[in-house]
């Protein structure tokens, strides 16, 4: 009869050795970060390595190779650490987010460019776009989409002044808590959170605390800091804030929607060559008339690019004039996206490629 100690002592035995080849493997790979480094030259910052199409295609085959039993989605993020850790070696990327620290957007960064990089937290989303176009900060994520309450407006506006480029996107499936100082909802009369979020949990709030009076921040973060002082409040903010600001969690997971999904961009200063498998965001504007609209969309119909989302909003430019986001699949060197858009130039008063970038991945 086997001895159960035995075999867990092999087991255990195995399971070191893989560690150490593992460890191995890791730091060989890190040599030839470096190795890349002494390529491209001396003087360079963390920005001039950083390749998303590269990054991209990297991880895509993380995906193709993963047989289990880790999800894709954890073999993605354990790779992404590696390689942030590998980038980060000489100079880490600096990347600007709406803060206090421990909002959703923070979360993002972590997700998209893992823990080596250096978050940058900022008092809004226009100092993130701000910060980024100045240079001080190499990138910046900002949320432009939620699957219940749609488009951020803020964000679609920046786009319409901004010279920043799109050079990515993160989806961040977003889990609301109800954080407090109190153990239980009995007492909480004032609830903090950021608009959207205050929205997506409507439903729960109205049902579960009616008589609580619901009061927008600029960010869940902040929210919970001032129901940090505050014993009556609470906030509605991710579990990592609640840790961060030592508060406890007197409900979770109250957000209406199950598939609750934010999706952020990644905003930098260039556009970067294709990756495969990319997505390309435009800003059209167009006058006031009829078929406008039609004549903006029936060019990508023609020459078969497939268009993902629409939004428009006013230009800005001029009284009834309107600014078109479109999303379409392929990069912008992509022929065919290439002369859908010359097939538009008449019709258009303004067309800008806001980024060509990699599609998100798990």
């Known amino acids: 009869m086997n001895d159960p100690k035995s075999s867990l002592a092999q087991v255990r035995e195995r399971i070191d050795s893989i560690d150490r080849q593992i460890q191995e ?6 040599n030839w970060a470096r190795e890349v480094a002494r390529v491209k030259g001396e003087g360079l910052s963390a920005i001039d390595y950083y390749r998303p199409e590269r990054e991209a295609h990297v991880l895509r085959m993380v995906v193709d190779r993963n047989k289990g039993p880790l999800s894709d989605g954890e073999m993605v993020r354990l790779f992404r650490e590696i390689m ?15 803060g206090p620290e421990g909002t959703f957007s923070e979360q993002a960064v972590r997700k998209h460019f893992g823990h080596a990089a250096y978050g940058l937290p900022l008092g809004s989303i ?29 964000t679609l506006d920046m786009f ?47 049902v579960n605390l009616p008589e609580a009076e619901c009061i927008a921040v600029h960010s869940n973060a902040e929210g919970a800091r001032l129901a940090r002082h505050t014993d009556d409040a609470a906030a509605i903010a991710g579990e990592t804030a609640g840790k961060i600001y030592g508060l406890k ?19 930098g200063r260039s556009l970067f060559p294709p990756s495969g498998n990319d997505r390309t965001s435009l800003l059209i504007t167009v006058n006031d008339k009829p078929g406008a609209l039609y004549d903006v969309l029936s060019p990508f119909a023609k020459r078969g690019v497939s268009m993902n989302r629409i939004e428009s909003r006013p230009a800005h430019t001029g009284k009834w004039q309107y600014a078109f986001f479109i999303d379409v699949s392929g990069h912008i060197d992509d022929e065919s996206l290439q002369a859908a858009l010359k097939d538009m130039g008449p019709v258009a008063t303004q067309m800008r490629v806001l980024g060509s970038y990699p599609v998100a991945l798990p």
């Not at 226009?126 to 803020?154: L, T």
């Not at 979770?252 to 199950?258: G, H, L």
């Open 25 to 30: 493997l890791i730091s060989e790979r890190a």
């Open 84 to 98: 942030s850790s590998c980038l980060a070696q000489e100079d880490p990327l600096k990347v600007g987010y709406l």
């Open 126 to 154: 226009e100092e993130v776009f701000q910060e980024v176009v100045a240079g001080h900060a190499d990138f910046g994520i900002v949320p432009v989409e939620n699957s219940g309450q749609g488009m951020i407006q803020i």
């Open 160 to 206: 319409l002044t901004s010279e920043a480029r799109i050079c990515g996107e993160v989806e961040l499936r977003v889990h609301q808590c109800l954080l407090s100082q109190r153990e239980s909802l009995e007492g909480i009369q004032r609830v903090y959170g950021h608009a959207q979020s205050l929205q997506q949990c409507k439903t729960w709030l109205r």
């Open 249 to 267: 969690m007197v409900a979770n997971a109250i957000e209406d929607r199950a598939d609750n999904t934010t999706r952020f961009l990644v905003i």
